[in-house]
């Protein structure tokens, strides 16, 4: 399987604080992206970043990718309670006829405390 | 704009029933897919369609039955309701057919448990 692996499995910081998660991924991607979700909610597209890209932010969202470690990760500066969410990196993979579908990660629960 | 709206948001069902979740877009998009979350878990896609007529399947396929007729529906059917179909579901859409997956916008999801 594609699936990207995520780490932690879980993160408690305080508000005001940088929250980090990783993702691993074990072939080769056309992009990579992230996304939110908050509790019993549908997820919620963060940033894609695209395989010939290093870094790319949007607002107080920074994410990185080495596709020669096969890895990404998305920083989350500032934090605020309102953070307080899953969030899921996702990969490309090749389908049926050259198709691509999206294949998920486990995720990281991140909870900001006030 | 309503986006991705899946129906019905909650089931419950008998083991051996089926049943379809109803899964519609009115952004034009080509690509359309199904996700299944179980609890504390990522999510696993079922089945997925670049375009009207075209399925494939994904990670855990069996059990389910999908078609594309339209551009704007992606209709998600159970066969055989077994308790390890007890999950939230996800309908999900985005623009691009086969070049690539680009954005996906998501649906409130259906939670359905299985007696």
């Known amino acids: 399987s594609q699936q990207g692996e995520e780490d932690p499995q879980a993160l408690s910081i305080q508000e005001g604080e940088n929250a980090t998660m990783n993702c691993s991924y074990k072939?080769?991607?056309?992009?990579l992206q992230w996304y939110r979700q908050n509790s019993g909610r549908g997820l919620v597209h963060l940033i894609l970043?695209?395989?010939?890209?290093r870094e790319k932010h949007s607002g107080r969202l920074r994410v990185t990718l080495d596709t020669s470690k096969k890895s990404s990760s998305l920083l989350i500066t500032a934090s605020r309670a309102a953070d307080t969410a899953s969030y899921f990196c996702?990969?490309?993979?090749?389908?049926?006829?050259?198709?691509?579908?999206?294949?998920f990660g486990s995720g990281t629960r991140l909870l900001v405390r006030p | 704009n309503a986006g991705v709206t899946q129906t019905p948001k909650f089931q419950v069902l008998k083991t051996g029933q089926s049943m379809t979740l109803q899964c519609a877009q009115d952004?034009?998009?080509?690509?359309m897919s199904w996700y299944r979350q179980d609890p504390g878990m990522g999510l696993r896609l079922i089945h997925y369609?670049?375009?009207?007529?075209?399925?494939d399947q994904g990670e855990v396929p069996n059990g389910y039955n999908v078609s594309r007729s339209t551009t704007e529906d992606f209709p998600l059917r159970l066969l055989s309701a077994a308790p390890s179909q007890t999950s939230v579901y996800f309908c999900?859409?985005?623009?691009?057919?086969?070049?690539?997956?680009?954005?996906?916008?998501f649906g409130e999801g259906s939670r359905l448990t299985v007696l």
């Open positions: 999900a859409s985005s623009l691009p057919g086969t070049s690539n997956t680009g954005e996906l916008f």
């Open positions: 996702a990969t490309d993979a090749i389908g049926k006829d050259s198709s691509y579908k999206l294949i």
């Open positions: 369609s670049v375009g009207a007529g075209i399925t």
């Open positions: 970043i695209r395989s010939n890209e």
């Open positions: 952004m034009n998009h080509e690509y």
């Open positions: 072939t080769s991607i056309n992009n």
